[in-house]
């Protein structure tokens, strides 16, 4: 879900990627090039280092931060964003996560992609 504190649409993508590749990790950090692609911004590299150094401003000017669940801040000397998980996203997510049982057609289409593999060990790992 996405926080309606988050009006600018490079502020809604770098929390989408903070929670796919922070999660509940600690940390994350990501070169503003290969941030840049990801959000897939049509700017320069130096204008899109400015705007993502101004939400970064305004995450840390804010008494409780403005992004919801992670810290965002630059390391200027690495030119990187660093995504620090706030603590509030923890394991009674992944409790609550249910992947339903996956259709038989799944299955076939998985064999015919690659024969002679063992397509329910591969959706075991997945699972895992």
């Not at 988050?6 to 503003?32: M, T």
């Not at 899109?48 to 000017?61: E, G, M, T, Y």
Request: aromatic letters at 10%; one cysteine or more.
């Amino acid at each position: 879900m996405i926080d309606f504190r988050l009006r600018k649409s490079l502020e809604r993508r770098i929390y989408e990627l903070a929670r796919k590749y922070c999660g509940r990790q600690r940390e994350w950090r990501v070169s503003l090039g290969v941030l840049q692609k990801k959000c897939g911004s049509g700017s320069t590299l130096r204008e899109f280092r400015r705007l993502v150094a101004a939400i970064a401003d305004a995450d840390a000017d804010e008494k409780f931060g403005h992004m919801p669940d992670y810290e965002i801040r630059i390391d200027d000397e690495k030119d990187y964003l660093v995504a620090r998980s706030r603590g509030t996203v923890g394991p009674q997510y992944a409790q609550e996560l249910r992947i339903p049982a996956l259709n038989p057609d799944v299955y076939d289409m998985a064999r015919a992609a690659a024969p002679g593999w063992d397509v329910r060990m591969i959706e075991a790992e997945w699972r895992a």
